[in-house]
């Protein structure tokens, strides 16, 4: 059951007074876990979380009165990331929302609180980590804007809980000078009007192509586009049989929204969906992008096996 209210979600730090409720929602969270059968948290200790209230480095929801979500953070980690100096990120771990309360949108206000958060303190990035086979959570923060940047196994150490210990967990990060970006899927979450906008008057590939020839493009792909409020900004297709193959097309940055990433955003969620990683070929073509495609394993086609037949003019014959 989701629930809905007019009151601002504010984000404070948790107070010793709330320890009880806190461990209230941990285990909520932990049954949970174990119900989806997937690997779950340990029990925590109250004194572990104690500590961290007393750091500051422990937060909550509230909504009339009661906590609805709670998260700690960290300033540095060695054994994770490697970092030890503590400038690089904010750190999020253990996030748990009350079970009414899930599918309100509570992590897309954490996610705007540690960029400013970052921000603050001159920090580049913010990041997070989960179980590596979680592919639900690792989809919800690729398209909540997070890049996945790696999968590793983590040694025992004793600045870990033990609960970390060789397991596999996939690491994401989030450019504070992307915080404001959000990736969504599906063509039915398309902008056609700004898509066919672009390719029709400022693309070098398809000038003058008519909307319906693009909604009939639409239709057809699996379709990406990344998000600055209500507004998209970006956008590519993989025109795919899910099976062996994949064309990547219409490649665009609205250009106010360029030099942030945002095709490398698009490029890093598409790359990471485990049916993409199964394709046998993906191909493309580009006049100017080369160097981008390259650092996704991009090369020259074999032109001995390569043919074409253009027909530019019919892009614009369909009204």
Not at 163 to 173: D, K, M, S, V
Not at 186 to 212: A, C, V
Request: aromatic share 12%; with cysteine; hydrophobic share 40%.
């Amino acid at each position: 059951m989701n629930i809905q209210t007019n009151v601002e979600h504010v984000i404070t730090p948790s107070q010793e007074i709330d320890l009880k409720e806190i461990m209230q929602l941990y285990q909520a969270a932990i049954t949970y876990q174990k119900e989806k059968g997937a690997v779950h948290w340990p029990e925590f200790e109250e004194n572990s979380v104690l500590q961290e209230i007393r750091e500051g480095k422990h937060y909550k929801i509230e909504n009339l009165g009661s906590i609805i979500c709670i998260f700690s953070i960290v300033y540095d980690e060695p054994v994770i990331w490697g970092d030890t100096e503590g400038a690089e990120a904010v750190y999020l771990h253990r996030m748990a929302a009350h079970p009414e309360y899930r599918g309100n949108s509570l992590f897309r206000k954490i996610k705007e609180w540690m960029i400013a958060h970052a921000q603050a303190g001159s920090r580049p990035f913010a990041r997070l980590d989960t179980w590596a086979g979680s592919a639900s959570l690792i989809n919800y923060y690729q398209q909540s804007g997070f890049t996945k940047v790696d999968e590793r196994i983590v040694p025992p150490s004793p600045s870990l809980q033990a609960h970390y210990w060789n397991q596999r967990i996939a690491l994401f990060e989030l450019s504070v000078e992307q915080g404001n970006y959000y990736i969504k899927t599906g063509r039915e979450n398309m902008d056609l009007e700004t898509i066919h906008q672009f390719l029709s008057n400022e693309s070098y590939w398809s000038p003058g192509i008519s909307k319906k020839n693009v909604q009939m493009a639409l239709a057809n792909s699996f379709c990406i586009g990344v998000f600055a409020g209500a507004e998209q900004v970006a956008f590519m297709r993989l025109i795919t049989d899910y099976t062996s193959f994949g064309y990547l097309a219409d490649v665009f940055v609205i250009e106010t929204h360029r030099k942030k990433g945002l095709s490398k955003l698009m490029l890093n969620y598409l790359m990471n969906l485990e049916w993409v990683k199964n394709l046998r070929r993906m191909m493309l073509a580009t006049k100017d992008a080369h160097k981008l495609y390259t650092q996704y394993q991009f090369g020259p086609a074999d032109h001995h096996l390569v043919m074409e037949k253009v027909q530019p003019k019919l892009l614009q014959e369909v009204h």
